[in-house]
């Protein structure tokens, strides 16, 4: 305890010694995503695929809300003062330095966070505390090119990694944590964008998700690893056109890294009214030869490209979805899609193992805003993965990224039933309650935690898939509930804070868990 205290000093003082800006990467703001999706609700005009790609430029966001519900960085974007700046106030909020003249406009920023808190896992428990410097720049040359760096390096300086990665699974990608000292932890995001109207050129490592979920979205995940990835973006009228082409990081199942591994996304939508949209998605997974022409191809059908050779058929997995959602009036969205990992029409209904070759997920949900005080959100999302959806006969080419899943953060053969209410107390302050329960179909597993029989409970064994028939749920079974509430706030500018409570319970399956953890995480700057 004596420990946990003389850091949590240290970290104070620094604190107190610090001054910064708010973030400008809106991803890690955990108001202004939520605030769009709000604004998608009540509004009656705003097209719906205007927010289906996260995150947003900052001046899209700046068109979709309030002035008084702006990012800080999207304020400074758009007026801070000409000249070179140290410590200039713009809006509301300090930042380090602004530089603006008559083609680029500049700004920097420094922030520190302190994390502490208690967690409690089996039969162990223990204090937590985290500290973290990080520097941003944010920079726009001319109307065209734009451009975003955050840079950062944390320390753990009370409790187990594995109590910081619990309660945190990002950290569980980090090297330094796992593997190497098991005390630092550090990150990078960044990108450079070229735009032409709303059109736009992106490439950088960043977390991306499509999706009209305030949960999670079945595609890419809001909780997904950072890709290194190149966007292409083309807004027109009612269609929109996305293509994405990623990195992506793995080990097989001897641990070996996976060489070359790649993922590549089109998505086409049409929003024949405002309020209705469909898309549908092509996308494939290849590793173990470098860059594939054909998947670099923008105009590409993955499908199509991966069955032309006997390499690509058999190796590389490819996946289609559809996805589609409807606001029928003011504060109602409807939201739903269905993922076809494979499909063979002449096996479609068989229950015997040829019945194998189809496998499907699908996400359906509901957000609801109820007019009480600043607003509340309902949302209430059902997912079903069936077995070894997202994996693949390839077990290199699964659809993740340094082993976690790119999709829906469950495994295949799972489903889950998933609820959030959030109240807005403030436009910068807000109460959030999320709450699930999930099935899954285990894969069956000796003592010493060898693979006795594959029942595609795992999104990293696709192999094994033809041996007998797939049933949903099959294997050993767990149950598992989650419940988590934070306040997010800034009680004044430059000034953050995150109070986390959160319970976990798992029974049956291969690992039970009982685990309980409450935070409180300061930051200022971002």
Same mark, same amino acid.
């Given at each position: ?39 998608? $609700? ?54 380090? $330095? ?13 922030? $520190? ?15 937590? &505390? ?77 977390? &991306? ?34 293509? $994405? ?93 269905? &993922? ?178 409450? &935070? ?7």
């Amino acid at each position: 305890m004596s420990s946990l205290i003389q850091g949590w000093w240290v970290c104070s003082a620094l604190l107190a010694l610090t001054a910064a800006a708010q973030n400008v990467d809106v991803l890690s703001d955990p108001w202004t995503r939520q605030r769009v999706l709000r604004q998608l $609700l009540l509004s009656d005009t705003t097209p719906l695929q205007q927010a289906v790609l996260w995150p947003l430029p900052l001046t899209e966001v700046a068109m979709l809300l309030p002035p008084e519900e702006h990012p800080p960085t999207a304020t400074a974007m758009a007026g801070s003062p000409s000249g070179v700046r140290l410590l200039p106030t713009i809006g509301q909020h300090r930042f380090l $330095l602004s530089s603006t003249d008559s083609l680029l406009r500049l700004i920097l920023q420094l922030g $520190l966070m302190g994390r502490s808190g208690y967690v409690r896992y089996g039969d162990t428990s223990t204090a937590l &505390l985290l500290g973290r410097l990080g520097g941003q720049a944010l920079f726009r040359y001319g109307s065209v090119l734009e451009g975003f760096v955050d840079i950062s390096n944390g320390v753990r300086l009370v409790g187990p990694p594995e109590a910081a990665i619990r309660t945190d699974p990002s950290l569980g990608s980090i090297l330094k944590l796992n593997i190497e000292e098991r005390r630092f932890f550090d990150r990078y995001t960044g990108y450079l964008q070229l735009r032409w109207g709303k059109a736009r050129l992106r490439f950088g490592r960043e977390a &991306l998700s499509f999706g009209y979920s305030p949960i999670d979205n079945l595609l890419l995940s809001l909780h997904a690893p950072m890709l290194d990835a190149l966007l292409v973006d083309i807004p027109h009228g009612p269609f929109r056109f996305t293509y $994405l082409h990623a990195a992506a990081d793995g080990t097989d199942t001897a641990n070996v890294p996976v060489i070359s591994k790649y993922i590549a996304l089109h998505r086409v939508g049409w929003e024949p009214i405002t309020g209705l949209t469909v898309a549908l998605y092509d996308m494939i997974v290849y590793s173990g030869r470098g860059l594939d022409w054909s998947y670099l191809n923008p105009l590409a059908f993955f499908v199509s490209a991966g069955l032309q050779t006997a390499e690509r058929s058999n190796r590389d997995n490819s996946l289609l979805a559809l996805e589609a959602a409807f606001r029928p009036r003011g504060g109602v969205l409807l939201h739903g899609t269905l &993922l076809i990992d494979d499909l063979n029409y002449a096996t479609l209904f068989d229950t015997t193992v040829a019945g194998n070759t189809n496998k499907f997920g699908f996400q359906l949900g509901a957000i609801g805003l109820m007019p009480i005080g600043a607003g509340i959100q309902l949302a209430a999302e059902y997912v079903r993965l069936g077995p070894f959806v997202f994996s693949h006969r390839t077990i290199v080419n699964s659809w993740t990224h340094l082993n976690r899943p790119l999709g829906y953060p469950i495994q295949p053969n799972s489903d889950r039933w998933a609820f959030q209410i959030r109240s807005w107390l403030a436009p910068r302050i807000a109460l959030t309650l999320n709450a699930d329960y999930t099935r899954h179909g285990e894969n069956v597993l000796s003592s010493d935690g060898s693979l006795i029989d594959n029942v595609g409970g795992d999104i990293l064994r696709g192999d094994g898939d033809m041996r007998s028939p797939n049933r949903f749920l099959r294997g050993r079974r767990s149950f598992q509930r989650h419940v988590r509430l934070q306040l997010e706030a800034e009680w004044i500018p430059n000034f953050v804070s995150f109070l986390t409570l959160g319970y976990l319970h798992r029974t049956g399956g291969n690992e039970p868990l009982r685990q309980v953890w409450a &935070l409180l995480e300061l930051r200022i700057g971002y």
